[in-house]
């Protein structure tokens, strides 16, 4: 009954947001350290290794796999390089220091498989996050793109960190006349579809975060996705670590469901690659494209001229392969059959010897 509701509130009130942002850079991210010693420099290394395996699945469940538990211990093996920076924007603070590392996809993309757990790809659904606090002993307050709290500071933190595209609601007259504080607190449902359609979002996102005693926090959520509403409720010691939690557990669930959506649909390529010029370039080429668990089958058509001709079966269709291709520089897109229908498609590459 909820989801017949629910779906019948996603069609009245036109929340059918198809707006999907790429994400740059998921095997880069960047951790806070106290200086460039070197004694902060291995364990911000394997910080940075743990986010970007997070953020390359969606899951936090990811860092449990045994697989994944003994490649923690050589997290250098998977760096290319690292750096450090002061970190720019209104958030950061005054002579703060941050280390930027950039990790092989390849290899983190073969360590994924073989943990068994699925790639989230840069296509990602943007997320409409509502967002009301309330400190002990005070009304709860909506924060919006212009607020300034500590709570969106950590918000703002942990979907950089997940690779979670976030918009945050305006909160002007248009709001106001759409939604209040309240409807947020006691999760109006139609109020909040209302309200979220005029963003264009994949996913609105509720959350409710209350401080219920000294050192006790509440987070309580909903996740509006796909004709559906996903309660989430989760209890910290601090707001930051209240909000962290909800956010990292709201961002698995939109990435299994996106995952299992996309592994439903698959497609038919037909690639020609160039540049192919020996034995040990034609067996890397393949070496590379059977390290993707989403390519069901690969086939050889014709090996000539420099060129490597093969139709691979991949499940996510043809945007999955885009978005599994351009992780890195392996495979350079020199053009694709646009005449082609949305289930199969010719692509022309040139092989990168030099990655």
Same mark, same amino acid.
């Given at each position: 009954m909820l989801r017949f509701i629910c779906s019948l509130l996603f069609g009245l009130?036109?929340?059918?947001?198809?707006?999907?942002?790429?994400?740059?850079?998921?095997?880069?991210?960047?951790?806070?350290?106290?200086?460039?010693?070197?004694?902060?420099?291995?364990?911000?290394?394997?910080?940075?290794?743990?986010?970007?395996?997070?953020?390359?699945?969606?899951?936090?469940?990811?860092?449990?796999?045994?697989?994944?538990?003994?490649?923690?211990?050589?997290?250098?093996?998977?760096?290319?390089?690292?750096?450090?920076?002061?970190?720019?924007?209104?958030d950061a603070s005054p002579g703060s220091i941050e280390m930027f590392a950039r990790f092989n996809p390849t290899d983190i993309k073969a360590l994924i498989k073989k943990a068994n757990f699925p790639l989230w790809g840069r296509d990602r659904p943007l997320v409409l996050v509502w967002l009301a606090v309330a400190y002990q002993n005070q009304a709860p307050v909506l924060l919006g793109q212009d607020s300034v709290d500590s709570a969106l500071t950590n918000l703002k933190q942990q979907v950089h960190v997940l690779g979670l595209p976030m918009i945050l609601p305006a909160l002007d007259v248009v709001d106001d006349n759409k939604i209040t504080v309240q409807d947020i607190w006691k999760m109006n449902y139609a109020a909040i579809l209302n309200a979220s359609s005029r963003y264009?979002?994949? &996913?609105?996102? #509720?959350?409710? +975060?209350?401080?219920?005693?000294?050192?006790?926090?509440?987070?309580?959520? $909903? *996740?509006?996705?796909?004709?559906?509403?996903?309660?989430?409720?989760?209890?910290?010691?601090?707001?930051?670590?209240?909000?962290?939690?909800?956010?990292?557990?709201?961002?698995?669930?939109?990435?299994?469901?996106? &995952?299992?959506? #996309?592994?439903? +649909?698959?497609?038919?390529?037909?690639?020609?690659?160039?540049?192919?010029? $020996? *034995?040990?370039?034609?067996?890397?080429?393949?070496?590379?494209?059977r390290g993707f668990s989403e390519i069901q089958d690969l086939q050889v058509q014709r090996v000539a001229n420099n060129q490597v001709q093969l139709v691979l079966s991949i499940n996510g269709g043809l945007k999955a392969f885009e978005n599994l291709t351009g992780l890195d520089n392996k495979l350079v897109l020199e053009s694709s059959d646009e005449t082609s229908n949305n289930t199969s498609r010719r692509y022309f590459f040139k092989w990168n010897v030099n990655q």
């Amino acid at each position: 009954m909820l989801r017949f509701i629910c779906s019948l509130l996603f069609g009245l009130l036109g929340f059918t947001g198809t707006m999907a942002v790429t994400v740059p850079h998921l095997f880069t991210t960047d951790v806070a350290v106290p200086s460039q010693g070197p004694e902060y420099r291995a364990p911000a290394i394997l910080h940075a290794f743990k986010q970007v395996l997070v953020r390359s699945t969606g899951q936090p469940e990811v860092l449990k796999s045994s697989v994944v538990e003994n490649a923690l211990g050589h997290a250098r093996d998977y760096l290319i390089d690292y750096g450090y920076r002061h970190p720019q924007g209104v958030d950061a603070s005054p002579g703060s220091i941050e280390m930027f590392a950039r990790f092989n996809p390849t290899d983190i993309k073969a360590l994924i498989k073989k943990a068994n757990f699925p790639l989230w790809g840069r296509d990602r659904p943007l997320v409409l996050v509502w967002l009301a606090v309330a400190y002990q002993n005070q009304a709860p307050v909506l924060l919006g793109q212009d607020s300034v709290d500590s709570a969106l500071t950590n918000l703002k933190q942990q979907v950089h960190v997940l690779g979670l595209p976030m918009i945050l609601p305006a909160l002007d007259v248009v709001d106001d006349n759409k939604i209040t504080v309240q409807d947020i607190w006691k999760m109006n449902y139609a109020a909040i579809l209302n309200a979220s359609s005029r963003y264009g979002s994949n &996913v609105a996102l #509720a959350i409710k +975060l209350s401080e219920i005693g000294e050192g006790k926090w509440l987070a309580s959520a $909903d *996740v509006f996705l796909n004709n559906n509403v996903f309660p989430l409720s989760v209890s910290a010691s601090s707001a930051n670590k209240a909000l962290r939690t909800m956010v990292t557990k709201a961002t698995g669930l939109i990435a299994k469901d996106y &995952v299992n959506a #996309a592994s439903n +649909l698959q497609s038919q390529i037909t690639l020609t690659i160039d540049n192919v010029h $020996d *034995v040990l370039g034609y067996a890397a080429v393949l070496k590379y494209l059977r390290g993707f668990s989403e390519i069901q089958d690969l086939q050889v058509q014709r090996v000539a001229n420099n060129q490597v001709q093969l139709v691979l079966s991949i499940n996510g269709g043809l945007k999955a392969f885009e978005n599994l291709t351009g992780l890195d520089n392996k495979l350079v897109l020199e053009s694709s059959d646009e005449t082609s229908n949305n289930t199969s498609r010719r692509y022309f590459f040139k092989w990168n010897v030099n990655q």
